[in-house]
């Protein structure tokens, strides 16, 4: 096997020019498609809340794009090596590339270097793009697609306990004694866990100590009524920095971000596993691009008119989706504490490169 990866310049703008284009249709193909089905399922939703119109439909699509480019730019990656080398085989250029002496990893190395450069790309965009649009969209669902607070940091759907009483609330904005919670329940529970009470209001707001709910419904479990009180503060025990730390959601938060909550609830003692694997799954979830074109190498090589070629291609697909399977696993299993968390981000990966690194070379080096 040749170490020079790179031996012709010509050669290598040409399949890296050939490989960016392809990566581009397939991402916009698969874009456009799903946006229009998730438009479609969500239209009723964002319609149906008054006031809204056309131009929540823009907002809700602005917000839900970067979403779907940053979950499929990986598959369009492997279809994009697929459909690559698979032109390339038909054509006979393979043969004609391995007859000028080049190796399999010499035909692969600018597809491979075009796909560190969009793993790296993919990075940068999560970090900047897609954890904001994603703390908005949740805000805005847990809403009901209605008004949220313009602040930035919004959170959503957080869930804490105060002794045996729950407190939920759909969205979470401000931070310290200007902390706001927004679809706020409450729910008050004997010593046995039973729900004894239950009060809603709109909003509320850091009462130190206890959070004040104002216009709220109350709903007594024993006498089965129902009635409006002005103004009621509750959860007396919880402070808006417990609200901050039980309000972690990876999804929402960049890498620098996450890592701050990570430290700062390990030293609350509290478990932090989950959110662990999904900091590691930051950096590991980019590179699944750059494994695509060593998994669907599988495609390039072999005698095209052999009849194989579609073969082939059917195992490089099958590759690069179990890999995608094995991962929401491995993440899955990390969540519940079955994995190390840094095993539940990079075992996946590490495993489905040893296998396809060791499929070429038994097969073309």
Same mark, same amino acid.
């Given at each position: 096997m040749q170490l020079d990866f790179f031996p012709s310049r010509a050669l290598t703008l040409y399949l890296a020019k050939m490989f960016v284009v392809r990566i581009l249709a397939v991402l916009i193909m698969l874009v456009l498609i799903l946006q229009m089905l998730d438009l479609l399922s969500a239209s009723g939703d964002i319609l149906a809340f008054e006031g809204n119109g056309e131009a929540e439909l823009w907002r809700y699509v602005s917000m839900r794009v970067p979403q779907l480019v940053a979950r499929f730019l990986p598959y369009s990656?492997? #279809? @994009?090596?697929?459909?690559?080398?698979?032109? #390339?085989?038909?054509?006979?250029?393979?043969?004609?590339? +391995?007859?000028?002496?080049? !190796? @399999?990893?010499?035909?692969?190395?600018?597809?491979?270097?075009?796909?560190? %450069?969009?793993?790296?790309?993919?990075? &940068?965009?999560?970090?900047?793009?897609?954890?904001?649009?994603?703390?908005?969209?949740?805000?805005? +669902?847990?809403?009901?697609?209605? $008004?949220?607070?313009?602040?930035s940091g919004v959170r959503s759907n957080v869930y804490v306990t105060d002794g045996p009483d729950i407190l939920t609330a759909a969205t979470v904005s401000g931070s310290g004694r200007e902390t706001k919670l927004g679809g706020v329940t409450w729910y008050g529970r004997d010593p046995r866990?039973?729900?004894?009470?239950?009060?809603? &209001?709109?909003?509320?707001?850091? &009462?130190? $100590?206890?959070?004040?709910?104002?216009?709220?419904?109350?709903f007594n479990v024993e006498t089965a009524r129902t009635e409006t009180r002005p103004s009621v503060v509750v959860a007396a025990g919880l402070t808006p920095e417990q609200i901050a730390i039980?309000?972690?959601? @990876?999804?929402?938060?960049?890498?620098?971000?996450?890592? @701050?909550?990570?430290?700062?609830?390990?030293?609350?003692?509290?478990?932090?596993?989950? =959110?662990?694997? *999904?900091?590691?799954? *930051?950096?590991?979830? $980019?590179?699944?691009?750059?494994?695509?074109?060593?998994?669907?190498?599988?495609?390039?090589?072999?005698?095209?008119? !052999?009849?194989? %070629?579609?073969?082939?291609?059917?195992?490089?697909?099958?590759?690069?989706?179990?890999?995608?399977?094995?991962?929401?696993?491995a993440l899955a299993m990390g969540s519940f504490g079955g994995y190390p968390p840094f095993l539940a981000?990079? !075992? $996946?990966? =590490?495993?489905? &490169?040893?296998?396809?690194?060791?499929?070429?070379i038994r097969t073309e080096e």
């Open positions: 990656v492997l #279809l @994009a090596t697929i459909i690559s080398l698979a032109t #390339l085989n038909q054509n006979s250029e393979v043969i004609a590339m +391995k007859a000028a002496g080049m !190796s @399999a990893h010499q035909v692969l190395a600018p597809l491979l270097m075009v796909a560190a %450069l969009v793993s790296a790309g993919s990075f &940068a965009f999560n970090e900047t793009v897609v954890v904001r649009g994603n703390a908005t969209l949740k805000a805005w +669902k847990a809403n009901d697609y209605g $008004p949220v607070p313009i602040e866990g039973m729900i004894t009470q239950q009060m809603r &209001a709109s909003g509320a707001t850091y &009462a130190s $100590p206890g959070w004040q709910m104002d216009s709220v419904e109350v039980d309000s972690v959601d @990876a999804d929402v938060m960049s890498f620098g971000e996450l890592s @701050a909550s990570i430290d700062a609830l390990e030293a609350a003692g509290r478990r932090t596993g989950e =959110l662990e694997a *999904k900091w590691w799954h *930051k950096i590991s979830g $980019p590179l699944a691009a750059f494994l695509m074109p060593l998994l669907g190498a599988v495609a390039a090589f072999g005698l095209a008119r !052999s009849g194989q %070629l579609f073969l082939r291609a059917v195992i490089g697909m099958a590759l690069g989706f179990a890999y995608f399977v094995v991962d929401n696993a981000a990079w !075992s $996946p990966f =590490l495993l489905f &490169a040893l296998i396809g690194e060791t499929v070429l």
